[in-house]
């Protein structure tokens, strides 16, 4: 994908300013929509605004109504039918409706924009997963592992610094829990994505897809595996470690300030960084968007195969989130450091091996 | 309260009253990182002032505030007063009367064990998930509650020299249904909590209170058995039909949370299991006794102690030879219990996020302690 054809398409059709009149506009429209047809796709629709909208109103609804019947209701039956469709807009127009107290004696500028990085940098990371080979929308060939994972390192920042901002002793417990938590979490996982750049010879993403066509990597890195798995639980803060905004401990932990559609802010990154990394995750060990070929339609059946795998990871994740208690501080260090590490470098190492002997 | 001095390079929390865990009652936390150095409970937000109430009160209308200081516990609450008074006034009570008291004592108990169940998952930070199939099998006994009383909750049914209904018709069976639906459905509380290795994490271990400490703090009731301690007081001094039935004092020697969540669930075994032996052999006989309502009880001073669903409740009760009570001094068992959870953090090492699991533990009302 050239993504510089999405400027000069424009550029070109407004620069030539004796052909500019009202008339043309209609012409231009059309001439740039053929032009740019599949740049706007992938913005707009798929790995774009849509596709992270769409999937956390599906993911709030789902958790509604299934986890409800676990709990043993029946969820949102008003609003939109029995099904409660409608609830979620409705609650997403509430949170619009509302207004934002901003406490006074804390640092404003930092308390405001900070929800608003929050989503928009897993969103960014989110961009760089292959859809299928010819389907990425932010290509930057072998630097799309790494660059990921610079992206998502920044993403605890954003909840330290508003932990910090609010100026609120169950923020500021909250946010240093972020900080723990991540950096004894997201060290085995890059780890673990180093042993897939090892085994893949790659760490262009698209290319880490293809080196699983025979066999997906989750058989012969099978430690690797189960600790990204736990991986995806960790980062997006789901219920075994949800220890950052803990509702019973800490009233909300970071987010405890927050109210109104900076709220939903922070509700909608969590939904966000959860879709980043279950993507993720499925590109590295569950063969991405491989797949059988359907209706001789590559493009189209990559894209429905990692959907497909993306949505059955995700109900499962959703649904186990009623099993668990949550873990306590010094037990997710004690996980991070004594078993997930350790664990990790024992794939790496695994890793290199059957590199070295030539296995896979 | 005054609050005590901080000391340096600690912070303090003020851990409710509005908190989604904390109740009606302050904590204060003093804490470091995620160490918890000292505890102070703040209680008194919901003081009513029910002792002096019932010193304005008869004798029967007085049973109606006291109902009223644990509403999941009401029976056990009320049943209490009620026995002071027998007491006091030296009424006997008919025999099948005691028989329905208990089985209703014990069927207020599940349901405040059942409360302090679904408490106790959800502060370990469970999806609310096990709350609410507590709630939901709440209903069972709240709907046989209101199909022997009128009402599901506060039902006032007691009375000094009897009950106010008897058994309706085929309630006994209902009862054996419904503990047959209840033993079904405490496999899954076993499976969801103590069997739960996270759960097990969360709660082994955490806030010991060894049996020396237990007794010198005071403890009672599920907290005092689950520290190893024997101590009963539907067994020591055995009111109503306690005396007649068989069951089990429960105890744990862990010590731990999770000792007191199984000593809680034992106890719900036990309930039922008195429950069923109440409906299967309940005594023929009228269920009240020629009472009056305006009854002038003689002078001095009279002591009853029950065991409610939170520990040992006592009723000291001084009267004056006339209609209402000169004093009601009330001994309640949360308020027992909150001196041993302000101890405990300097018995053990506690972390911020075990404050919720161990209060709950204690399982605190804090209307009676407030009272």
Not at chain 1, 57 to 85: D, H, N, S, T
Not at chain 1, 118 to 123: A, E, F, G, K, V
Not at chain 1, 225 to 250: K, M, N, Y
Not at chain 2, 217 to 225: E, F, K, Q, S
Request: proline fraction near 5%; charge should be negative; charged fraction near 20%.
């Amino acid at each position: 994908m050239n993504s510089n054809s999405l400027i000069s398409g424009t550029l070109a059709n407004l620069v030539q300013a004796d052909q500019f009149s009202l008339m043309n506009i209609p012409s231009m429209v059309i001439e740039f929509l053929a032009l740019n047809s599949k740049p706007l796709l992938q913005v707009l629709l798929l790995p774009g605004l849509g596709f992270i909208l769409g999937f956390a109103i599906f993911a709030v609804w789902f958790e509604r109504k299934f986890l409800a019947r676990a709990m043993l209701r029946v969820g949102p039956y008003y609003c939109g039918g029995r099904a409660g469709v409608l609830q979620v807009f409705a609650d997403f127009l509430k949170l619009f409706m509302k207004e934002i107290i901003i406490p006074t004696a804390i640092d404003w500028p930092f308390f405001v924009a900070m929800p608003v990085f929050l989503s928009t940098i897993p969103s960014l990371a989110l961009l760089l997963i292959p859809f299928a080979s010819n389907w990425v929308l932010w290509d930057v060939g072998s630097l799309s592992l790494p660059m990921f994972f610079a992206i998502m390192g920044i993403a605890p920042l954003i909840p330290i610094f508003s932990g910090w901002a609010s100026n609120n002793k169950y923020s500021f417990i909250g946010a240093w829990r972020v900080a723990y938590m991540y950096i004894s979490g997201e060290i085995p996982l890059v780890i673990c994505a180093a042993g897939v750049a090892i085994m893949a010879g790659s760490m262009d993403l698209v290319k880490i897809v293809e080196a699983q066509q025979n066999m997906w990597f989750a058989v012969p890195q099978f430690i690797g595996f189960i600790l990204f798995f736990l991986g995806i639980f960790i980062e997006s803060e789901r219920t075994p470690f949800d220890i950052p905004v803990a509702e019973v401990e800490l009233v909300f932990g970071w987010r405890t300030e927050y109210s109104g559609i900076l709220f939903g802010f922070t509700m909608m990154a969590e939904y966000v960084l959860f879709q980043a990394w279950t993507l993720m995750f499925i590109t590295l060990y569950l063969g991405g968007f491989n797949g059988p070929v359907l209706m001789g339609m590559p493009t189209a059946s990559h894209i429905f195969w990692l959907l497909a795998k993306f949505f059955v990871l995700v109900v499962f994740i959703i649904l186990l989130r009623c099993v668990f208690p949550r873990l306590r501080m010094d037990q997710m260090i004690k996980l991070g450091w004594k078993y997930m590490t350790p664990l990790a470098l024992l794939n790496l190492f695994f890793v290199i091996v059957m590199k070295i002997l030539g296995v896979v | 309260m005054r609050e005590p001095m901080i000391e340096p390079d600690v912070m303090r929390i003020s851990w409710g009253p509005q908190h989604p865990m904390s109740g009606q009652t302050r904590v204060l936390l003093d804490v470091d990182g995620e160490k918890v150095h000292r505890i102070i409970a703040d209680l008194g937000f919901t003081h009513r002032g029910i002792e002096k109430i019932l010193e304005n009160r008869s004798f029967f209308s007085g049973i109606i505030p006291v109902d009223r200081m644990a509403m999941v516990d009401t029976a056990n609450m009320s049943i209490g007063y009620v026995t002071a008074i027998e007491k006091a006034a030296g009424l006997e009570v008919p025999e099948r009367a005691k028989w329905i008291r208990t089985l209703v004592c014990e069927m207020s108990r599940i349901n405040s064990h059942l409360y302090a169940f679904g408490l106790q998952a959800e502060s370990t930070g469970y999806f609310p998930a096990v709350f609410l199939w507590t709630t939901v099998d709440r209903e069972v006994l709240l709907d046989l509650f209101e199909e022997l009383t009128g009402a599901r909750w506060s039902f006032n049914h007691f009375f000094p020299g009897g009950v106010h209904h008897d058994l309706p018709d085929g309630f006994a069976d209902k009862v054996l249904k419904a503990v047959k639906y209840l033993r079904g459905r405490f496999k899954d509380y076993w499976d969801a909590m103590v069997e739960n290795p996270l759960f097990e994490n969360r709660c082994d271990g955490v806030a010991i209170l060894k049996p020396k400490d237990a007794l010198k703090l005071g403890a009672t009731g599920p907290v005092l058995r689950g520290s190893g301690i024997d101590i009963d007081m539907r067994r020591e001094e055995p009111y109503d039909a306690y005396g007649d039935l068989e069951w089990e004092v429960i105890t744990e020697d862990a010590c731990d949370v999770m000792a007191r969540t199984k000593v809680r669930y034992h106890e719900i075994g036990q309930a039922l299991n008195i429950m069923e032996q109440i409906a299967q052999s309940i005594p023929d006989g009228p269920v009240k006794g020629r009472v009056n309502a305006f009854m002038r009880v003689p002078e001095g001073e009279y002591i009853s102690r029950v065991e409610a669903g939170r520990g040992e409740l006592g009723f000291h009760l001084f009267t004056n030879g006339t209609g209402n009570p000169y004093r009601v001094k009330i001994n309640s068992p949360t308020l027992r219990n909150m001196y041993v959870f302000e101890r405990l953090a300097e018995l053990n090492e506690v972390f911020v996020a075990d404050i919720p699991v161990i209060i709950n533990s204690i399982d605190p009302w804090y209307l009676d302690s407030d009272r």
